[in-house]
């Protein structure tokens, strides 16, 4: 059971730094018409929120960004995930 929580937990850390070495755009992208500073926004991702953030690389690149509605489904998907509220396991552990 530890093996899968670390796994969960660095799988998608991976996944951004892996984007971020062979495909900055993609990474990159949503985040160039901020007033911060183009790298701080993604690093912050990869620290607190990386399935949020994956959410909303992916939101940008295949549907247009988060205006839409799947775009936006996905990023509310991705920060439930990184709020702990989907897949939590407490109910596993109570029964």
Do not use: E, H, K, Y
């Not at 059971?1 to 990474?27: E, K, Y």
């Not at 690389?57 to 439930?80: E, K």
């Amino acid at each position: 059971m530890c093996l899968l929580a670390a796994l969960g937990l660095i799988t998608p850390r991976l996944i951004l730094v892996l984007l971020w070495m062979f495909s900055p755009d993609v990474l990159l992208g949503p985040f160039t018409a901020l007033a911060i500073p183009n790298p701080i926004l993604p690093v912050l991702g990869l620290v607190l929120l990386p399935t949020t953030t994956l959410g909303v690389c992916w939101a940008t690149m295949s549907f247009g960004g988060v205006q839409s509605f799947s775009g936006l489904l996905i990023v509310v998907i991705g920060l439930l995930i990184d709020a702990g509220l989907i897949g939590n396991g407490r109910g596993m552990a109570r029964r």
